[in-house]
């Protein structure tokens, strides 16, 4: 692995130490290629407005004055946050573009969890031009108050993540029960080195830390809503998707700061892309899935 100037050699290395201790059954050589960099998210809730085009949750997105809100059926969508790339700088594996800011956006209505395929219910939007074009939105008309999440500062840091039991990576790699168990040990180690949130936490790239196991299958699956049924000629092919699919930005509902939790939610929210068009800085097809606890 090639760690660029921004990656704290002696962090990784404490990380690895400390998971060298736990009493894995399978070889310690494969938890460590599916150990990998990430970056860790903090919040703290902004006394003044941010300036435009800085990174943040929450509070009104600053957009290129034609962009239309993102919605669906009518219904805007809930801005969760922007995320200005030039602040990033544990990016170690050179995954991201190296400007830019990328905005998220999902739906709150919860009839669109029932009727609508998950490739439909979320937006990922990129601008990488002339920062003088920013505008802070106003909420449309019929937003919805519950969407309306405090402005927080966010702080950027490194960080390291495993899979989640029942991920592939894990069935794949023959961990034994024991081994799984160990995977919540590992966590809890990793983030008191780290500093990071021992729960979700938010977090841009690495292992997504599943609330109900795993979120890889369901991002494969963009057509998935809960009125299909899926055959196995389908699971075969979500498996195989799968794989082409990494994190892009991890958000933890339960954060106080924000209040993401006020419009129904207590678990985590995921957004993944494939790794083609994140090389390629395409975000039109972004995946995403919402987990509660």
Same mark, same amino acid.
């Given at each position: 692995m090639n760690w660029n100037i921004f990656g704290d050699k002696n962090l990784n290395e404490k990380v690895k130490k400390q998971l060298k201790k736990l009493n894995w059954e399978v070889d310690f050589n494969v938890v460590l290629r599916l150990l %990998?960099?990430?970056i860790s998210i903090k919040t703290k809730i902004a006394k003044e407005k941010i300036k435009i085009g800085k990174s943040k949750f929450g509070?009104?997105?600053?957009l290129p004055k034609e962009t239309e809100w993102?919605?669906?059926n009518g219904f805007p969508f809930a801005f969760i946050g922007q995320i200005n790339l030039?602040?990033? %700088?544990f990016d170690i594996e050179n995954k991201l573009p190296k400007k830019g800011i990328l905005y998220f956006f999902f739906s709150t209505n919860q009839t669109d969890y029932q009727f609508e395929p998950f490739n439909k219910i979320h937006k990922v939007l990129y601008f990488n031009e002339n920062f003088d074009n920013l505008k802070t939105q106003d909420y449309p008309i019929n937003y919805n108050d519950l969407a309306k999440f405090k402005e927080c500062i966010i702080k950027f840091s490194e960080h390291y993540s495993l899979p989640s039991y029942q991920n592939y990576q894990i069935v794949e790699n023959g961990f034994s029960d024991e081994d799984e168990n160990l995977l919540f040990e590992a966590n809890e180690l990793i983030c008191e080195i780290t500093g990071a949130n021992q729960d979700v936490g938010h977090q841009i790239l690495?292992?997504?830390n599943a609330v109900q196991g795993d979120v890889s299958y369901w991002w494969a699956n963009q057509n998935y809503n809960l009125e299909n049924e899926i055959d196995e000629k389908k699971k075969t092919e979500i498996q195989k998707n799968e794989k082409e699919i990494i994190l892009l930005?991890?958000?933890d509902v339960?954060?106080?700061n924000p209040e993401f939790s006020k419009f129904g939610a207590s678990g985590g929210i995921y957004f993944g892309i494939k790794k083609q068009d994140l090389e390629n800085g395409n975000f039109e097809n972004t995946k995403f899935v919402i987990q509660n606890s």
């Amino acid at each position: 692995m090639n760690w660029n100037i921004f990656g704290d050699k002696n962090l990784n290395e404490k990380v690895k130490k400390q998971l060298k201790k736990l009493n894995w059954e399978v070889d310690f050589n494969v938890v460590l290629r599916l150990l %990998k960099p990430t970056i860790s998210i903090k919040t703290k809730i902004a006394k003044e407005k941010i300036k435009i085009g800085k990174s943040k949750f929450g509070g009104l997105p600053d957009l290129p004055k034609e962009t239309e809100w993102p919605n669906l059926n009518g219904f805007p969508f809930a801005f969760i946050g922007q995320i200005n790339l030039e602040e990033i %700088k544990f990016d170690i594996e050179n995954k991201l573009p190296k400007k830019g800011i990328l905005y998220f956006f999902f739906s709150t209505n919860q009839t669109d969890y029932q009727f609508e395929p998950f490739n439909k219910i979320h937006k990922v939007l990129y601008f990488n031009e002339n920062f003088d074009n920013l505008k802070t939105q106003d909420y449309p008309i019929n937003y919805n108050d519950l969407a309306k999440f405090k402005e927080c500062i966010i702080k950027f840091s490194e960080h390291y993540s495993l899979p989640s039991y029942q991920n592939y990576q894990i069935v794949e790699n023959g961990f034994s029960d024991e081994d799984e168990n160990l995977l919540f040990e590992a966590n809890e180690l990793i983030c008191e080195i780290t500093g990071a949130n021992q729960d979700v936490g938010h977090q841009i790239l690495g292992n997504a830390n599943a609330v109900q196991g795993d979120v890889s299958y369901w991002w494969a699956n963009q057509n998935y809503n809960l009125e299909n049924e899926i055959d196995e000629k389908k699971k075969t092919e979500i498996q195989k998707n799968e794989k082409e699919i990494i994190l892009l930005l991890q958000i933890d509902v339960l954060d106080e700061n924000p209040e993401f939790s006020k419009f129904g939610a207590s678990g985590g929210i995921y957004f993944g892309i494939k790794k083609q068009d994140l090389e390629n800085g395409n975000f039109e097809n972004t995946k995403f899935v919402i987990q509660n606890s």
